[in-house]
């Protein structure tokens, strides 16, 4: 661990394969998956349902449920290995190094405490404080993510507050132990609109007030572009293309997100046809060989039914998974 | 744009889809507690159907002679009770009387007490309030205390025994089934069918019985090990069948005295209930679970 | 294809004065308390277009598509399809419910788990007297019309199909009816991204094939506008505002479509969006805000918008909006900014 310095990425993580045993037989969630995050960078994850966004977050968190699942490769959080910390060590790295939130504040606040109680609960198992120190801490938390009249809004129930509070309220939650890395798995996508706006701008505005690094899943390319300084786009469990925020999401090199893009709808668009990509994502138990996105592809060749195409560097900081992406890119 | 999405229907194999009632079976009949609990189910059952043709004796005919013999007396392989009848023989009769009175008022407050709560929760309102109130007085009783309560002033006998014990099991049928059906009823695809313009009879016949069959069946189910019981117990206190009819409970009773000279004689129908009452509940058991799966 | 539609055909529904409030509590002692879902609504549809109407949780869009499908009644307005008012007895409720049908949100809760899709195609189609082969016949044509080989599918179960398979599904058991006007309320929300274009494509196909005409209702302000001849903006069960589409989105008259359309992300990660528009989160339809319901969270609201209820203003052509601030000819306009 003192090996560790500054210069180093936060979080690095390489080849982390996650699989599940099911009724239908063994699936890979995670395919080889790497990455690294600098500290104070934002990574926004994009993908499908079943593209295992969500199971990145919680492989990183090791919440994945034990009996069913193996893991292999590594998560090195300050150069420290996740995957080998023991039970004790996990207490303290969830909470301390890395905290989560959730599209459902319901799964982070018990019902029958009030939010205050439940804040500073988490900061004295943590922070070894008082509790007149931790409710000081929950106060000031309140306070940090812009909850009006913050003082008596720490006597409330989960169920008292407005859908919008409530996950600002599980934002102050997960940052009352400063986490080095925040983990958001689509805190915005159940919001109403003019509130998913507030979210996200309360979210990019403390993550550089605290300097905390933050990976943010989302199926909203929209969503990605307001908070993220780099992207990675996910495809059936594997990485298709990471990059720059702007690189990725102006000028996409996978067919894959080059598909999602053009299959999103945005303003300027009316009586266009869509650019939809045909067919459905893959099913995990029963995956097609080589390139996973090769049954869906315009550009695909008889190859990328053979191999597994590796991200390859495609310019600067930007990497891209597939055989075709230099005829691509040009 | 058929070409682009027609391809989304390529990955699916060319084979017929299994009902969902075939799957349950095909799930349960990987569980080896439930087939084997079903096995001995049927078993029984079809003893008792068939013991006129398979009993070796008389199931009324004893001799003092040969009283309270014990298990494995040649002749007389399960012993003879305190008037000398044949235990095989009696258990086997005995099986009868206590096995209808046990699924005989589970089916009829089945139908009633489901056709009622269907209602009451498709319809809603001031239906739904009196039907449900009317259930939740007769649910106020513990359920023994009330069996035995209309047993009793309707006098012993086997139809007032079967009537005190549909009686019993309406209210709790009327609840199961009264909130399955008010959830399969807010589900969005009774809301179409109400957009198509179809009207209640055929709503409930299509849409809502085939999704509330399921947990109600289960439910009923394990409310047949319960009505096994206290039919036996109604039978035992004298308020179900009368002697001489073999009928488990009143076994137990009527052997009560033996328990020192032939226990083993005398547990014998308690076996019985113990036995079917016990197949009933994990087959229920099995069932739910085999049922569970989306 | 727009220009066409919004001038030549004629109104196939029109909604004046719907209102439709419910009681919640009021029981054991508890005050009761009224929810006013929708208040006042009004529009018409010409045939052959689509209207979308937005809005967020609470604004009463999916109440809306509701009592126009006769699902839940109105307490009080008019429902005019070609022409004629719809009335409340059974049998013209029956004939008329051919003639608007609806896709729901869910795509696995509105269809039949214990049903194969045939059968369900086929339920709507045999209430109103179908033969059981002609029925059948037609579910398969349909399954075909929305890229669903019948061959595969016909006999499946809901669970064994892909979401976006499902809402095809859901959107063929609509159209078995042959009606004239489909609601489609969040239809497309839960699909992912490139499902959700492939839909789109779809029921604008649909559309132009059996000349239906469409209520679309989401959240989606882009999906919205991508589909839509008009549209319609609620906010706690009122319409705020309503225009063409183009007009609407160019020039928004009501201060709460300008904030719905900033609230939009940005696209483009070297434009993102610097402030939120609006603070705070929809209020609850109970016990709304008096007079413009919108006004606690109104940066232009004065005096005025508190006490006197908005009438609809012309913004443009066939273009409305509920707004005191907005409307130069309304004597509030200027109000509170002389001094």
Redesign the interface.
């Known amino acids: 661990m003192s090996a560790f310095t500054a210069r180093e990425p936060l979080l690095s993580v390489r080849d982390l394969t996650v699989g599940f045993k099911t009724d239908r037989g063994p699936i890979t969630a995670l395919d080889r998956i790497s990455f690294d995050l600098g500290r104070g960078e934002v990574l926004g994850l994009i993908g499908e349902s079943g593209s295992g966004k969500s199971v990145t977050m919680r492989a990183l968190l090791r919440i994945l449920p034990q009996k069913r699942t193996t893991i292999s490769g590594s998560i090195l959080m300050e150069g420290r290995d996740v995957l080998a910390l023991k039970r004790r060590e996990l207490a303290s790295y969830r909470g301390n190094d890395v905290a989560m939130i959730f599209q459902e504040p319901s799964l982070a606040f018990d019902p029958v405490f009030t939010v205050g109680r439940q804040i500073a609960e988490t900061v004295v198992r943590h922070k070894q404080c008082s509790w007149d120190a931790a409710y000081a801490r929950a106060l000031e938390m309140l306070e940090l993510v812009r909850i009006p009249s913050a003082k008596s809004r720490l006597d409330n129930y989960p169920h008292e507050m407005s859908g919008g509070m409530r996950q600002r309220a599980m934002i102050a939650l997960a940052l009352a132990c400063s986490p080095k890395l925040l983990l958001a798995d689509e805190p915005t996508t159940a919001l109403d609109a003019t509130v998913q706006i507030q979210v996200i701008l309360l979210l990019r505005e403390l993550q550089k007030e605290l300097g905390m690094a933050t990976i943010f899943v989302t199926h909203d390319v929209g969503v990605a572009a307001e908070i993220s300084d780099r992207v990675a786009v996910m495809y059936a469990g594997r990485i298709v293309e990471m990059g720059s925020a702007a690189d990725v999401l102006k000028s996409p090199a996978h067919p894959y997100a080059r598909g999602l893009l053009s299959s999103t709808i945005h303003g300027a668009m009316a009586g266009e046809r869509v650019e939809a990509i045909p067919g459905m994502p893959p099913d995990l138990a029963n995956m097609p060989s080589g390139c996973a996105f090769s049954p869906r592809c315009a550009m695909a060749m008889p190859e990328c039914r053979n191999v597994i195409p590796a991200p390859a560097s495609v310019g600067a900081g930007r990497s891209a998974a597939c055989i075709r992406v230099g005829s691509v890119a040009a | 744009m058929s070409a682009d999405t027609l391809a989304s229907g390529n990955a699916m194999p060319l084979r017929a889809s299994r009902g969902y009632w075939s799957g349950v079976w095909l799930r349960l009949r990987r569980d080896p507690v439930s087939m084997a609990c079903l096995t001995v189910l049927v078993l029984i059952i079809l003893a008792s159907a068939f013991a006129p043709l398979i009993a070796p004796g008389d199931p009324s005919v004893g001799s003092v002679a040969r009283r309270l013999r014990p298990v494995g007396t040649p002749g007389y392989i399960l012993g003879t009770d305190e008037l000398g009848r044949d235990m095989l023989t009696r258990l086997l009769f005995g099986g009868r009387m206590s096995l209808t009175m046990g699924i005989l008022p589970v089916a009829l407050a089945l139908l009633i007490g489901g056709t009622l709560g269907t209602i009451a929760g498709f319809v809603g309102g001031l239906t739904n309030a009196i039907i449900m109130r009317a259930a939740d007085i007769l649910f106020a009783f513990p359920s023994v205390l009330l069996a035995v309560a209309i047993a009793g002033a309707l006098g012993a006998g086997f139809v007032n025994s079967l009537v005190a014990l549909t009686v019993v099991l309406i209210p709790p049928l009327i609840r199961v089934s009264e909130s399955a059906t008010t959830q399969v009823r807010s589900l969005d695809f009774v809301e179409a069918a109400r957009a198509s313009g179809a009207g209640a009879f055929t709503i409930i016949r299509v849409h809502i019985l085939g999704n509330i069959m399921g947990p109600v069946l289960v439910y009923a189910s394990s409310l047949l090990s319960v009505a096994i019981i206290m039919a036996a117990g109604l039978s035992f206190i004298g308020l179900g069948a009368r002697p001489p009819t073999p009928e488990w409970g009143l076994m137990l009773n009527t052997l009560r005295n033996s328990i020192y000279s032939q226990p083993l004689i005398a547990a014998l129908p308690g076996v019985m209930i113990f036995i079917v009452s016990l197949s009933f509940n994990l087959l229920s058991d099995g069932l739910r679970s085999a049922m569970d799966v989306k | 294809?727009?220009e066409q539609a919004t001038t030549s055909s004629r109104y196939i529904l029109e909604v004046a004065g719907m209102t439709k409030h419910f009681n919640v509590g009021g029981s054991f002692g508890k005050s009761r308390k009224v929810v006013q879902a929708v208040s006042d609504v009004s529009f018409r549809i010409r045939e052959g277009t689509t209207l979308g109407i937005v809005g967020?949780?609470g604004c009463g869009k999916s109440t809306t598509a509701?009592l126009i499908?006769?699902?839940i009644g109105m307490d009080c307005g008019d429902l005019l399809f070609n022409d004629r008012a719809i009335g409340r007895s059974a049998r013209e409720?029956?004939?008329f419910?051919?003639q608007v049908?609806?896709v729901?949100?869910?795509s696995s809760?509105?269809?039949?788990?214990?049903?194969?899709i045939e059968a369900?195609i086929m339920?709507?189609p045999m209430?109103?007297g179908e033969d059981r082969a002609e029925a059948r016949r037609n579910a398969h044509h349909l399954l075909e019309r929305?890229?669903?080989?019948p061959?595969?599918?016909a006999?499946?179960?809901p669970?064994?199909l892909?979401?976006?398979?499902r809402q095809?599904v859901?959107i063929a058991?609509?159209l078995a009816?042959k009606p004239k006007v489909v609601i489609f309320d969040e239809s497309v929300s839960a699909l992912?991204?490139?499902?959700?274009?492939?839909v789109?494509?779809?029921l604008?196909?649909l559309k132009r094939e059996m000349n239906l005409t469409y209520i679309f209702i989401s959240?989606?302000?882009?999906?919205v506008?991508?589909?839509s001849d008009h549209v319609m903006v609620m906010y706690l069960g009122k319409v705020v505002e309503h225009g063409p589409?183009?007009a609407l989105?160019a020039n928004p008259a009501h201060p709460y479509t300008r904030?719905?359309l900033?609230?939009?992300?940005?696209?483009?990660?070297?434009k993102?969006?610097l402030?939120?528009?609006?603070?705070?989160?929809?209020p609850s339809p109970i016990d709304p805000p008096q007079a413009c319901r919108f006004h606690p969270r109104c940066a232009l609201a004065r005096p005025s918008c508190l006490a006197i209820n908005p009438a609809l203003f012309d913004a443009g052509p066939e273009h409305v909006a509920a707004c005191h601030r907005s409307d130069p000819k309304s004597p509030y306009w200027t109000e509170g900014e002389a001094q």
Not at chain 3, 146 to 149: F, K, N
Not at chain 3, 219 to 223: G, P, T, Y
Not at chain 3, 262 to 270: F, G, I, N
């Open positions: 294809m727009m967020e949780s509701r499908m006769g699902l409720m029956k004939a419910r051919r049908q609806m729901f949100q869910d809760a509105s269809l039949n788990p214990r049903m194969t369900s339920f709507g209430v109103h929305v890229g669903l080989d061959a595969r599918f006999g499946r179960y669970h064994e892909s979401g976006g398979q095809r859901n058991r609509a009816l992912d991204k490139s499902v959700e274009a492939q789109l494509n779809l604008i196909d959240h989606d302000l882009n999906v506008r991508y589909i589409s183009e989105f904030a719905l900033a609230s939009m992300p940005s696209l483009d990660p070297e993102r969006t402030s939120a528009p609006i603070a705070g989160d929809p």
